[in-house]
T-cell receptor, first 110, second 115 residues
Framework: LAKTTQPISMDSYEGQEVNITCSHN???????ITWYQQFPSQGPRFIIQ???TKVTNEVASLFIPADRKSSTLSLPRVSLSDTAVYYC???????????FGAGTTVTVRA | GAVVSQHPSWVICKSGTSVKIECRSL??????MFWYRQFPKQSLMLMAT?????????EQGVEKDKFLINHASLTLSTLTVTSAHPEDSSFYIC???????????FGQGTRLTVV
């Protein structure tokens, strides 16, 4: 399983863009990169998933460079409700063990 | 995204009793389900992975006789905490993944308190 490394915490203000970078140097060829958001006392919520280049949905964008050894989750114009822990996971569609790293605590201030 | 329902949301039980937690995939067939426990301000710790119709694979250090996992159908998995003790008090979360998708979806979690 590819190990992931993320910053422990990030602070931001409402309306700003937040970018969280995750390192996964030993990502395998068939591994996808998935990001989840978790609020206290709730299960993680799927945000976005990608394999290469750029993926965008209604809540976030995921940037993956050509070597795929890192990825960046971009949250545009954050609000107070985006304060949460964000987890980056890598894994293949077949050997999906779905293990979590420490995550990044994002705090959005008014 | 797909919906995974976990029940109950919270439970309080006496020490020595057993507690069953259910995890259902409501709108897809979950070929693989995962069970986690999470302590305050910590990350999710994977306890076991189960594939429909086969025995669960437990992570190192997780007692399989204490945490019984059953994945008898493509929409239901259960975790039974047997002979619960106060140290088993935690937040338990399930996750489900279908055969043709690459992402997993999570239940809302179950807060277990053993008194």
């Amino acid at each position: 399983l590819a190990k992931t490394t993320q910053p422990i915490s990030m602070d931001s203000y409402e309306g700003q863009e937040v970018n969280i970078t995750c390192s996964h140097n030993n990502i395998a060829t068939n591994d996808y990169i998935t990001w989840y958001q978790q609020f206290p006392s709730q299960g993680p919520r799927f945000i976005i998933q990608g394999y290469k280049t750029k993926v965008t949905n209604e809540v976030a964008s995921l940037f993956i460079p050509a070597d795929r050894k890192s990825s960046t989750l971009s949250l545009p114009r954050v609000s107070l409700s985006d304060t949460a822990v964000y987890y980056c996971l890598v894994g293949g569609s077949n050997d999906y063990k779905l293990s979590f790293g420490a995550g990044t605590t994002v705090t959005v201030r008014a | 995204g797909a919906v995974v329902s976990q029940h109950p949301s919270w439970v309080i039980c006496k020490s020595g009793t057993s507690v069953k937690i259910e995890c259902r995939s409501l709108d897809f067939q979950a070929t693989t389900m995962f069970w986690y426990r999470q302590f305050p301000k910590q990350s999710l710790m994977l306890m076991a992975t189960s594939n429909e119709g086969s025995k669960a694979t437990y992570e190192q250090g997780v007692e399989k006789d204490k945490f019984l996992i059953n994945h008898a159908s493509l929409t239901l998995s259960t975790l039974t905490v047997t002979s619960a003790h106060p140290e088993d008090s935690s937040f338990y979360i399930c996750s489900a993944k279908g055969r043709v998708v690459t992402e997993a979806f999570f239940g809302q979690g179950t807060r277990l308190t053993v008194v």
